[in-house]
């Protein structure tokens, strides 16, 4: 089978090398994968900055989706021929996550990623696609829909509440469209006029261009008519100090990514004062993964892909993500 690998940690030492198709064992399924999407984690790996005492060669990327090719004895969870998606987070099927599932492993590090035409996992550690999603669109689903649905859930979203996403990114757009279906109001930061554009066509209420507006916090709080924002889905980390001024009183802070960097400065007072919750959020269970399909099929929600590479080209795909190009999920093909 073809495996994507990099040798080094750098985008331009990917390359395209034969192993041997793995196969099924006792409890597992071989999945034919069709698609996988970027993730911003993945990228970090693999320049680098993230696990960089990560064994070498290495196969990248955590999200796919794809078909039962075989299945290994006794199961009975999944049959050849149905389109599954791998969970990101192996081990973790239900309630909170423990330190003992959390050293499981991952996909796409420490375990092997999913930029290769076969992967093999547990039966018990993926779930059914959604009929009404493509390849494509149902590979987007395991960190960064499943984070942003978590963070909402963690957050206590209502309907009638206001949130606040950050970027064009897969989770802060996920998380516009799950509250916006749950009928809350969103607020959302971009950079460009074209984003800030494509951001009101998917439904978010108010946009504000954090270049032009560096303290976007008190603009935040300006369209709250001063009360401030019930939720902040902070994906950015080294923007804390503005999402604090721009929660609410008691409000919701819940830090999922480090996008602009892994350290920044944090007045205390910001949340003692005013009683805030700050909480890490990582993706979610198997049982929570099947709970927001279960939300986005009713809603029949579609993900918003930016762009689409074959296997051998996805250099590029993770290039276009380093410059921030991109707006939704870049994918990778396998047809």
Request: aromatic letters at 6%; one cysteine or more.
């Given at each position: 089978m073809r495996a994507l690998q990099?040798?080094?940690?750098?985008?331009?030492?990917?390359?395209?090398?034969d192993l041997p198709t793995p196969t099924a064992r006792r409890g597992e399924i071989l999945v034919k994968v069709k698609a996988a999407s970027l993730n911003y984690r993945d990228l970090a790996?693999?320049?680098?900055?993230?696990?960089?005492?990560?064994?070498?060669p290495y196969?990248?990327?955590?999200?796919?989706?794809?078909?039962?090719?075989a299945v290994g004895e006794d199961v009975t969870r999944f049959k050849p021929g149905d389109r599954v998606i791998p969970v990101y987070l192996q081990g973790w099927r239900d309630g909170a996550l423990t330190p003992e599932q959390r050293s499981s492993g991952s996909l796409g590090g420490p375990l092997t990623g999913v930029l290769q035409d076969y992967v093999v996992v547990p039966a018990e550690d993926a779930v059914a696609a959604p009929d009404y999603?493509?390849?494509?669109?149902?590979?987007?689903?395991?960190?960064?829909?499943?984070?942003?649905?978590?963070?909402?859930?963690?957050?206590g979203l209502q309907a009638g509440q206001t949130v606040l996403v950050q970027g064009t990114g897969g989770v802060a757009l996920f998380a516009a469209q799950f509250a916006r279906a749950a009928g809350a109001r969103v607020i959302g930061l971009t950079s460009t006029d074209e984003k800030a554009q494509l951001m009101r066509d998917m439904g978010v209420d108010t946009v504000i261009n954090y270049r032009q507006t560096p303290a976007w916090g008190q603009a935040v709080r300006a369209a709250t008519a001063g009360r401030g924002v019930d939720i902040v889905v902070e994906t950015t980390g080294s923007s804390l100090g503005e999402s604090l001024t721009a929660v609410r009183f008691n409000g919701f802070v819940g830090v999922i990514g480090f996008v602009g960097g892994m350290e920044t400065p944090l007045n205390i007072r910001q949340l003692i004062g005013p009683m805030i919750r700050m909480q890490g959020v990582v993706v979610g269970s198997r049982a929570a993964l099947e709970a927001m399909i279960r939300m986005m099929a009713m809603h029949r929600i579609e993900p918003l892909i930016d762009s689409s590479f074959p296997l051998a080209q996805a250099a590029e795909g993770f290039a276009r993500m380093q410059r921030g190009e991109h707006a939704g999920k870049i994918v990778i093909s396998f047809d």
């Open positions: 990099a040798d080094a940690f750098a985008i331009d030492r990917l390359s395209l090398v790996i693999l320049c680098g900055g993230y696990m960089p005492s990560l064994p070498l196969t990248p990327c955590s999200d796919a989706c794809g078909v039962v090719e999603l493509s390849d494509a669109q149902a590979s987007t689903l395991p960190i960064a829909a499943l984070t942003a649905w978590s963070c909402l859930q963690q957050g």
